[in-house]
């Protein structure tokens, strides 16, 4: 199938939500002709990428819970998108504003630093434009948990492997390629859950003033 036309001036919009899927998921950034369609539709509507990463999330949980086997997807979300767009953008961004951050120690482990500067990019944030805002943060919070991964390149075997032991009972009724798409999607899952405050959920929760 070819890909769904992306209009230029929401380009940037489409490659923001299709980046935080990557970070949720593994995988490449292609998206199916059912979510680029609905992509495409949603950001034409008025629809900030940072709804439509909190609502991935949001679905993601959901899915995890249920034990879903299949890919996560945008069509995958589209309850959580109407619920949250329906509730509305943060009006509060000043919310996470903080105090000064503590330097972070040379020795610090690799991840800790990486949340630590996250942290501290999140409480430089300012108030503004609210879409703009959420968005920056929703980006700050996809490119820690990009970095994440990589820097826990050496334990993603470890990862991998406690992820496959909790998805056993579904090997058998998946091909190879489902099931490895299935384990490393389990495994990012893994990685996330240490980081309970950068969660594109628990930000979005903060910029709302909860």
């Not at 995890?64 to 086997?69: D, F, H, L, N, S």
């Not at 990862?159 to 998946?174: C, H, N, P, R």
Request: charged share 30%; glycine share 6%; hydrophobic share 45%.
């Amino acid at each position: 199938m070819e890909p769904i036309p992306v209009p230029e001036h929401i380009q940037e919009s489409a490659r923001a939500v299709a980046e935080h899927l990557f970070a949720l998921r593994g995988g490449g950034l292609f998206l199916s002709g059912v979510d680029g369609v609905l992509l495409v539709e949603w950001l034409e509507s008025g629809i900030p990428p940072a709804v439509i990463a909190v609502a991935l999330e949001q679905a993601a949980t959901r899915r995890r819970k249920r034990r879903v086997k299949s890919r996560l997807s945008l069509r995958a979300c589209k309850g959580e998108v109407k619920r949250l767009w329906r509730r509305g953008l943060p009006h509060a961004p000043a919310a996470l504003q903080a105090g000064p951050v503590a330097e972070i120690p040379a020795e610090a482990p690799a991840l800790d630093a990486l949340a630590a500067r996250a942290e501290a990019a999140l409480g430089r944030l300012r108030a503004g434009d609210p879409a703009t805002v959420a968005d920056q943060a929703m980006g700050i919070v996809r490119r820690f948990h990009e970095a994440a991964w990589e820097a826990a390149r050496a334990e993603r075997p470890a990862l991998k492997e406690q992820a496959a032991q909790e998805l056993a009972d579904f090997q058998d009724t998946m091909d190879p390629t489902h099931w490895d798409e299935a384990v490393e999607e389990a495994a990012r899952d893994l990685l996330r859950q240490r980081f309970p405050r950068l969660s594109a959920v628990a930000v979005w929760d903060r910029l709302h003033g909860s």
